[in-house]
């Protein structure tokens, strides 16, 4: 390899950093590859952001271009007290980054909240979705554990008295946790992740985005059959990674997927929530041979084909 081309390489796989304006915000989000390589779209979940895939970017940028935003209430992107915090609205504002970045088509890896936004953005536009990878993002009732019956009570009253009950989930205990509970080596796990959200949901308003997000979250449920039909009806070409010790979302939700994609690829793996903290060798191999073999390998064919074993 000439010398230019390898620092063409070289620098293909660093993570750049921008801001796109969307709906009169200010959207930060990384992005690394080479924009000729398939597109990769990383949406990440509560109560992290783009910060998560610090590392898996660099990792895959070798073979895809990939783009992660931060949503409104998360990370480096504004905040403002005005904006209405529901998941429709994180779905309209990262469909103004992938149309300001031409981002599309793309595969779109989902985690956590994730999930619910990259679902109302490819049920806007079927055709943007080329592949997926689901990692702990839930789209069935029986995904969730017992971690959610006091926001299920937010759901069914929200008062003082029942967010109360979940500020929890915005302090450094409980943000730890997610980050530790069920991984198999902490050690490798940097304590940056926590003291980094910590840090923006100390933000003047940030707890009450939160809130509304943990509130607005019941509307996912609503649509759980809708984006089960699309499932059904589309047949996207899927890669499941489950960590499977996962606080939030129990192994029941990821093999659920497989009643409506039964051709697709599961992996469940000893790891919790945030898999990518020490799963990050097993996730990029698997997504990279997913898509040499399954997308690349039988493009122009319908549907999805058996891709190895289920665990």
């Known amino acids: 390899m000439s010398p ?33 390589s398939p597109k990769l779209l990383l949406l990440g979940g509560f109560p992290a952001s783009s910060h998560q895939f610090r590392n898996l970017m660099p990792a895959l ?32 504002i990262v469909e103004g980054v992938v149309e300001q970045t031409a981002f599309r088509p793309f595969g779109l890896y989902m985690h956590d909240y994730g999930g619910p936004i990259g679902n109302r953005l490819v049920g806007r536009h079927p055709t943007w979705l080329e592949w ?56 490798r ?8 959200d910590l840090h923006f949901l100390e933000r003047p308003g940030a707890r009450k985005a ?25 047949k996207p070409r899927t890669l499941i990674l489950w960590g499977e010790n996962d606080i939030i979302f129990a192994p029941e939700g990821g093999r659920a997927y497989l009643r409506e ?9 000893d790891s919790g929530h945030f898999a990518v903290e020490d799963s990050l060798e097993e996730i990029a191999a698997h997504i990279k041979r997913f898509h040499a073999e399954q997308v690349v390998g039988r493009a ?6 058996p891709a190895g074993s289920a665990r």
Do not use: C
Request: hydrophobic content about 35%; aromatic content about 12%.
């Open 4 to 36: 230019v081309a390898t620092q063409r390489q070289a620098g293909a796989t660093s993570v750049v950093h921008r801001k796109a304006q969307v709906d009169g915000l200010s959207v930060f989000y990384r992005e690394a590859g080479d924009p000729a």
């Open 61 to 92: 940028a070798d073979r895809f271009h990939v783009l992660s935003p931060d949503y409104p209430g998360f990370g480096n992107t504004e905040m403002p007290d005005d904006f209405e915090y529901t998941f429709d609205r994180l779905s309209e």
């Open 132 to 187: 997926q990878v689901i990692q702990n993002s839930n789209a069935y009732e029986e995904g969730f554990t017992a971690a959610w019956d006091g926001i299920r009570a937010l759901w069914l009253d929200r008062s003082p008295e029942t967010e109360a009950a979940v500020s929890s989930f915005l302090e450094l205990e409980m943000v730890k946790l997610l980050y530790l509970h069920g991984h198999r080596d902490p050690e």
């Open 189 to 196: 796990i940097s304590p940056d992740n926590w003291n980094m």
């Open 210 to 234: 939160q809130l509304d997000l943990l509130y607005d979250y019941r509307t996912n449920l609503e649509l759980y059959p809708q984006w089960q039909a699309f499932l059904r009806e589309h």
């Open 261 to 269: 994609l039964p051709e697709a690829e599961l992996h469940m793996l």
């Open 300 to 305: 122009g064919t319908n549907g999805v084909e």
